[in-house]
T-cell receptor
Framework: EAGVVQSPRYKIIEKKQPVAFWCNPI?????LYWYLQNLGQGPELLIR????????DSQLPKDRFSAERLKGVDSTLKIQPAELGDSAVYLC??????????FGPGTRLTVL | AQSVTQLDSHVSVSEGTPVLLRCNYS??????LFWYVQHPNKGLQLLLK??????LVKGINGFEAEFKKSETSFHLTKPSAHMSDAAEYFC????????????FGSGTRLQVQP
């Protein structure tokens, strides 16, 4: 069974440019999570989806970050415009309801 | 509110010797506690979880952890370290808003010397 798939794995952009990350969860998992992991720290939740509904986005910086999960499957996380401080690893995870969360390999973003 | 504190940012052991990674938690709820491992360039993998059943929890790859409510601790141990155990380990608590939010510790990097 395929795990959580994320792309791209690495992204380097100039500051003020837009960037988007894509996540394909494990088949059948209705809950999807986006986490931010800064260097040397543990992941922090940005947003959680139940099917296509964002049920917890309290930690998402809405001035520049947006996310969508239009058909309740794949999800996209966008940053526009990117800032130097956004350099980090962006992790996607999925679960069946409140069960175990399975994590993807992450997208490492570098903002120059 | 909930939080976890991993008491050591780096732990170095020799291959074949015991491993101890320390974690203390704080939670307003009856917490669920987890240990995750993160190898370089790989996704986080669940090692084990505690959900109010047995206080001694056995996980994958020979790891285990003991939930001690009186000490608010959930330390991770392994009797004999292997080179492949070298990785970043995260102690995690859940049970907050929505009861699905995971709160991660800052991580402990385990080095295994030959």
């Amino acid at each position: 069974e395929a795990g959580v798939v994320q792309s791209p794995r690495y992204k380097i952009i100039e500051k003020k440019q837009p960037v988007a990350f894509w996540c394909n969860p494990i088949s059948g998992h209705n809950t999807l999570y986006w986490y931010l992991q800064n260097l040397g720290q543990g992941p922090e939740l940005l947003i959680r989806y139940e099917n296509e509904e964002a049920v917890d986005d309290s930690q998402l910086p809405k001035d520049r970050f947006s996310a969508e999960r239009l058909k309740g499957v794949d999800s996209t996380l966008k940053i526009q415009p990117a800032e130097l401080g956004d350099s980090a690893v962006y992790l996607c995870a999925s679960s069946l309801g409140s069960g175990e969360q399975f994590f993807g390999p992450g997208t490492r973003l570098t903002v120059l | 509110a909930q939080s976890v504190t991993q008491l050591d940012s780096h732990v170095s052991v020799s291959e074949g010797t015991p491993v101890l990674l320390r974690c203390n938690y704080s939670s307003s709820y009856s917490p669920s506690l987890f240990w995750y491992v993160q190898h370089p360039n790989k996704g986080l993998q669940l090692l084990l979880k505690y959900t109010s059943a047995a206080t001694l929890v056995k996980g994958i790859n020979g790891f285990e952890a003991e939930f001690k409510k009186s000490e608010t601790s959930f330390h991770l141990t392994k009797p004999s370290a292997h080179m492949s155990d070298a990785a970043e380990y995260f102690c995690v608590v859940s049970g907050g808003t929505g009861r699905r939010a995971l709160t991660f510790g800052s991580g402990t990097r385990l080095q295994v010397q030959p």
